[in-house]
């Protein structure tokens, strides 16, 4: 909410009860702008939270949260980096395992690229890494492609 919302909106129903007569100049005006500062902190505060529930939305520093639930270590780096790996990682799921499906995972092992299918083999198109080094991003790959196809890197 923006500022003075909740001060606004407490004015507006205390006023529609015709207990109270909020003109501005009452303890009851200064006592609900007290009460309203104090829930203008938790909103934010809950607004945070909300945030960092979702790993696309997180705070850098739930990143490192995210990282630990999926088993990974924390790493340095640019937190839309580590975003994307994270959200590369959690795109997988069970019966996902088309070639496209594989190539929406990509970011999961540290790499924005491209992936195509010839001749019973992968190959992976790096564009960029994502906070890795190029053997870290390969062992992710051997992780993360299927076993029994052959990949390899252009």
Excluded: Y
């Excluded at 195509?116 to 492609?145: C, I, K, M, S």
């Amino acid at each position: 909410m923006t500022p003075g919302t909740i001060a606004r909106r407490m004015r507006e129903a205390l006023n529609a009860t015709r207990a109270f007569r909020l003109t501005g100049e009452t303890s009851a005006d200064w006592e609900t702008l007290a009460a309203a500062a104090g829930l203008e902190e938790l909103d934010a505060a809950l607004d945070a939270l909300k945030a960092d529930c979702f790993a696309a939305t997180a705070g850098a520093d739930q990143l490192d949260r995210w990282a630990r639930f999926l088993g990974e270590l924390p790493a340095p780096g640019d937190p839309e980096d580590r975003r994307q790996v994270l959200l590369g990682r959690l795109s997988q799921r069970p019966g996902g395992f088309t070639p496209a499906d594989f190539a929406r995972a990509l970011p999961g092992a540290g790499v924005l690229g491209t992936l195509q299918e010839a001749d019973g083999a992968l190959t992976v198109t790096v564009d960029r890494l994502l906070g890795v080094t190029q053997a870290q991003a390969d062992a992710a790959l051997d992780r993360l492609l299927p076993a029994h196809l052959p990949w390899s890197r252009a």
